[in-house]
């Protein structure tokens, strides 16, 4: 199985900060890699799609980024809304998986 | 908007089989595939697998044995069945639509073996 490490686990940012995740594949996943943001009781929502790809709807202060086996959520200016947990998911092959996430707090 | 919405027994006693239901609103479950991930307190998400509207399957290998997806197109609602349970598949429950990427998620359903 491909492991997605993610990191860090948690970060405590501002209102306006610039944000940046990062998620490691174990092995070279080309671009398939996926980002979610998941707030508490609610449905995960896909995020960036195929390492760069804004999802419909989503606003362009999320980016991503990366290939290989190095990847790169970006959030340019925080806003109230993003404090949240934030995962990424590899579709290179089966079993998919999901990197541990990153818990957004507000600092 | 899609809208995905899991349900399933709450509660579920040692070796016995659990069973979720995933109902779709707002469009057809036809033409789509349908994935299932839980995720355990605590830790990361697990992909369990995925079905297509038409039937076909493919199940994270961890867990194939023991696991059967199902769809019922007439009543746009897709199905896990998860056989002798143990506490380590106590989770959150969560259906999703895609394949590879997962474009629509329910809000999960808390599922816990215990006897």
């Known amino acids: 199985d491909i492991q997605m490490t993610q990191s860090p686990s948690s970060l405590s940012a501002s209102v306006g900060d610039r944000v940046t995740i990062t998620c490691r594949a174990s092995?070279?996943?080309?671009?398939?890699l996926h980002w979610y943001q998941h707030k508490p009781g609610k449905a995960p929502e896909l995020l960036i799609y195929?390492?760069?790809n804004l999802q419909s709807g989503v606003p362009s202060r999320f980016s991503g980024s990366g290939s290989g086996t190095d990847f790169t959520l970006t959030i340019s200016s925080l806003q109230p809304e993003d404090f949240a947990t934030y995962f990424c998911?590899?579709?290179?092959?089966?079993?998919?998986?999901f990197g541990g996430g990153t818990k957004v707090e507000i600092k | 908007q899609v809208q995905l919405q899991e349900s399933g027994p709450g509660l579920v006693k040692p070796s016995e089989t659990l069973s979720l239901t995933c109902a779709v609103f707002g469009g057809s479950i036809s033409g789509y595939y349908w994935s299932w991930i839980r995720q355990p307190a605590g830790k990361g998400l697990e992909w369990i697998g995925r079905?297509?509207?038409?039937?076909?399957?493919s199940y994270n290998p961890s867990l194939q044995s023991r696991l059967t997806m199902s769809v019922d197109t007439s009543k746009n609602q897709v199905y896990l069945r998860l056989s002798s349970v143990t506490v380590a598949d106590t989770a959150i429950y969560y259906c999703?639509?895609?394949?590879?990427?997962?474009?629509?998620w329910g809000q999960g359903t808390q599922v816990a073996v215990s006897s």
């Open positions: 998911q590899q579709t290179y092959s089966t079993p998919l998986t």
């Open positions: 092995q070279s996943i080309s671009n398939n």
């Open positions: 079905i297509y509207a038409s039937g076909g399957t």
């Open positions: 195929v390492a760069s």
């Open positions: 999703a639509r895609g394949q590879l990427r997962l474009d629509s």
